[in-house]
Every structure is written in C-alpha cells, then in structure tokens.
C-alpha cells in the first residue's frame, strides 16, 4: 500500500514538473521507466534481448532498423516507432506486450513523448559524471514563487498520501 502512494506522490511530482514546462532528465525520469518496461526484453543482455532492438544505449536506439524505422527519433515522436508501438491499441504492436503485465500509464507515455520531443538525450547516472564547479543561476522573483508554490503543493499531496 506505501509503495503504492508512493509511486501515485512520485507520478503526481513528475507530472507537475512537465506541466511547468520543465523538460525530462533522462537519469531522473525516463531510465526508471525504460528500465523497468522496455530493458527486460530490449536492453543490455543479449540472451534476453528480443527482436534485436536495444533501448539502452543512443546509438542503437536511435539506428534504422530493418524495416527501415528507428525506435527514436529525436525531436520527431512522429517518425518514432517506440511512441508507435507505446500508443497502439492492437495487442500485436502493443509495447510493453500485455504477457509482461507491464502496462504504462498515461504519464509514462506523456515523459517518454516529451522526452522525444525534447531531443531523447542520454545521459549516464550522475555517480559516473565527473563533478564541475558551477556558478550559481541567477532567479527572478517569478521563477522563486513558481518554485515555492510547485514545492507546496507536492509536500501537501505527500502529507495527505503518507496520512492515508
């Protein structure tokens, strides 16, 4: 049951940092859900790897395949056969497949197409990023009230989730 409303406070927290604008991280937002939906069949094992696709890494997710598509195309969710296959209805091209009991929510797909639409960078964890000195952004006033009215409404969400 925690998991549970901690997953729904997680989704709420994601879905209001899109509708501010604010665009996918890869490490952050769209790894957790290739890992736990699309690596188990399209990802670094190669015993497991099906249809030959791997989702795990730019270069191959972003290669035409034989039938002449690539899973990703970045900035075109249009031409991207990964939002194709995500979006479908029929159970022959759905993905995840419904045998994976898998299935992704709206939000999910939501992330996954903005994160196309935004460019579908990878990026490693940040553990194997070397750290750099950065100087501090300036704010406006208006990014400041932004922040701290997004902030609130998430800890009252969680407070009202964590209660139940």
Same mark, same amino acid.
């Given at each position: 049951m925690r998991a549970r409303l901690l997953s729904q406070a997680v989704a709420f927290a994601l879905a209001a940092a899109l509708a501010f604008g604010q665009e996918p991280d890869f490490v952050r937002d769209v790894q957790p859900i290739l890992a736990e939906h699309c690596y188990p069949c399209h990802g670094p094992d190669g015993k497991q790897r099906k249809a030959n696709l791997r989702l795990d890494s730019f270069a191959a997710a972003t290669a035409v395949a034989q039938h002449g598509r690539a899973p990703i195309v970045p900035r075109d969710p249009g031409h991207s056969e990964l939002l194709r296959r995500i979006e479908a209805t029929d159970a022959d091209?759905?993905? !995840? !497949?419904? @045998?994976?009991?898998?299935?992704?929510?709206?939000?999910?797909?939501?992330?996954?197409?903005?994160?196309? @639409?935004?460019?579908? @960078?990878?990026?490693?964890?940040?553990?194997?990023?070397? !750290?750099?000195?950065?100087?501090?952004?300036?704010?406006?006033?208006?990014s400041e009230e932004h922040t701290s009215e997004l902030q609130s409404h998430s800890d009252l969400v969680c407070r009202l989730l964590l209660e139940k």
């Open positions: 091209d759905q993905m !995840p !497949p419904a @045998e994976a009991k898998k299935p992704l929510s709206a939000a999910k797909r939501t992330t996954l197409r903005k994160w196309i @639409e935004h460019g579908a @960078e990878y990026a490693q964890h940040w553990a194997f990023t070397p !750290p750099q000195k950065r100087s501090p952004a300036a704010t406006d006033d208006r």
